[in-house]
């Protein structure tokens, strides 16, 4: 392995530690009710949708992939639906012999 490589890895595993302490940290001061409440619990989704909307626009297994994960998150809880949509790339891909 290359030592830029190394710096670049212990860098970003800083940075995600960094950013995972700082919410246990200081999440005890954030506001729990009213409109600050409901934009936290819309956070999760908020997030799903931006990872996944542009990786729809790849390809037809990810088409399918979104399209699974969209009718998931409707009836599923949220980590469920990220492994169904997960599951459902890969078994498109290997059908269509893009893995």
Do not use: K, W
């Not at 995972?20 to 999760?44: F, K, S, W, Y």
């Amino acid at each position: 392995m290359q030592l830029d490589n190394v710096v670049a890895m212990l860098a970003m595993t800083a940075v995600t530690y960094l950013t995972r302490i700082t919410g246990i940290l200081i999440g005890h001061r954030l506001p729990v009710e009213g409109r600050a409440r409901q934009a936290l619990d819309a956070l999760p989704i908020a997030v799903l949708t931006a990872v996944i909307a542009p990786a729809v626009t790849n390809g037809p297994a990810e088409m399918i992939a979104g399209a699974v994960t969209v009718l998931a998150v409707t009836r599923l809880p949220l980590i469920a639906s990220i492994a169904i949509g997960t599951v459902t790339v890969v078994f498109c891909r290997s059908l269509m012999g893009l893995a």
